[in-house]
């Protein structure tokens, strides 16, 4: 019976990863224009080294948040951030901060995976590309109202659907990418080839922590009652940092073999398919299972994100509404926006708004969690609130 419970207590914390996980599998990690954007440029330090520390980054900030989670409970990442700092005006600044943030991040990646998945439906069936949008946006709509219990199912069922995929991206083309990759790997390309200088290259590459922690706000309501032990965040924490950190190396040292001609390429992954692997068109297929799966995991946890937060707000306004219809409403405006936002390309959407978005938010949100939580830790602690086993006194 107990190992059991183990083992449905593993599932439901492989959830909470998987959650995590699909979030950062969107549009850019997809295509590959992200993985290129953030690594590629960076030299050789790029491809093996960069995405191991960011995984590490990743680990070490999953802890501090789930921990928070698993102690005080918090119904939005709201409430999360206002445990971890207590004085008003930093409840105001960083309350602040994350709700753009959030809103940010929802309107820049929403409209990336619309449009990335318009165009990929267009080229390989011919859909047109408003007809792309409606299918695409009405199924994020349906999956992101049903719940907290349904976003964690899709998330591991997506997931589960990404890694696959995943791998056979790995498998049809890592054979052929390790002679050139090992090639440039061994040539020792400096960051300075491209530009950049030593802490400009390391700043950049590691900010895609960032996005590996797209997925913490929809599973702040999501973990209630799953995260319920140190073992549980270590697990989660440790999942979730290998899954992005070992899927963006493989597709790091793919790439790497097109160095530096890839640099230029518009959808990297599709360009691996069709000049590192043989398999032809049942690949392309195959690749856009993928792309599609990224983009409809990555924005239903966005929009779950979003109308956990804002429906309480709503409510107090719109009294005599229902829960859905609160919900709804705030999931329409928002698909709505970013159908809009879409238009401008995806190019264009990953280059200066991804760029720009992890340079400002990884530094203000996440650096400071360092400190800020083993002091909120440290103190609860002092003070009574929490006791030996880092519980709340009752």
């Not at 599709?270 to 195959?286: E, P, T, V």
């Not at 264009?348 to 530094?363: D, E, H, L």
Request: hydrophobic letters at 50%; glycine letters at 8%.
């Amino acid at each position: 019976m107990s190992k059991g419970k183990n083992q449905s207590g593993f599932a439901a914390v492989f959830s909470i990863c998987a959650v995590m996980f699909s979030a950062y599998v969107g549009p850019g990690f997809a295509s590959g224009t992200q993985t290129v954007s953030y690594f590629l440029n960076k030299g050789y330090i790029g491809i093996i080294i960069g995405p191991l520390v960011a995984g590490l980054l990743c680990f070490v900030f999953n802890l501090l948040l789930f921990e928070i989670n698993r102690i005080y409970t918090p119904n939005t990442y709201r409430e999360a951030y206002n445990t971890i700092y207590r004085s008003k005006a930093l409840q105001a600044f960083f309350g602040t901060f994350k709700e753009i943030q959030v809103i940010v991040v929802v309107l820049i990646a929403l409209s990336a995976q619309i449009s990335t998945t318009a165009i990929l439906l267009n080229t390989m069936f011919g859909l047109p590309k408003i007809a792309g949008t409606v299918l695409f946006c009405a199924a994020v709509l349906m999956l992101a109202l049903w719940g907290a219990d349904l976003l964690r199912k899709v998330g591991t069922v997506l997931g589960l659907c990404i890694l696959a995929i995943c791998a056979y991206v790995a498998v049809i083309c890592l054979g052929n990418a390790t002679p050139d990759a090992l090639a440039y790997l061994h040539r020792h390309v400096s960051y300075t080839e491209y530009g950049f200088s030593g802490p400009a290259a390391w700043f950049s590459m590691l900010m895609i922590v960032v996005f590996f922690m797209n997925g913490y706000e929809a599973c702040v309501p999501a973990s209630i009652g799953i995260i319920r032990t140190r073992k549980d965040v270590f697990v989660e924490s440790l999942v979730t940092a290998v899954l992005c950190a070992f899927s963006t190396m493989i597709f790091t040292f793919i790439f790497a073999a097109g160095m530096p001609d890839v640099l230029k390429e518009e959808i990297p992954t599709l360009w691996a398919i069709d000049h590192l692997s043989n398999a032809g068109f049942i690949s392309r297929i195959l690749y856009v299972v993928f792309a599609i799966s990224a983009m409809l995991s990555s924005s239903v946890a966005f929009i779950f994100t979003v109308c956990n937060r804002f429906e309480p707000l709503i409510e107090k306004v719109w009294t005599k509404s229902t829960g859905f219809s609160r919900k709804f409403a705030i999931a329409m405006v928002f698909i709505l926006i970013c159908t809009f936002g879409s238009s401008f390309g995806l190019l264009n959407i990953i280059k200066y708004g991804y760029g720009t978005f992890t340079t400002i938010v990884g530094p203000v949100m996440l650096i400071p969690l360092i400190v800020s939580v083993p002091y909120r830790l440290w103190k609860d602690k002092k003070d009574g609130i929490l006791n030996e086993n880092y519980e709340l006194n009752r």
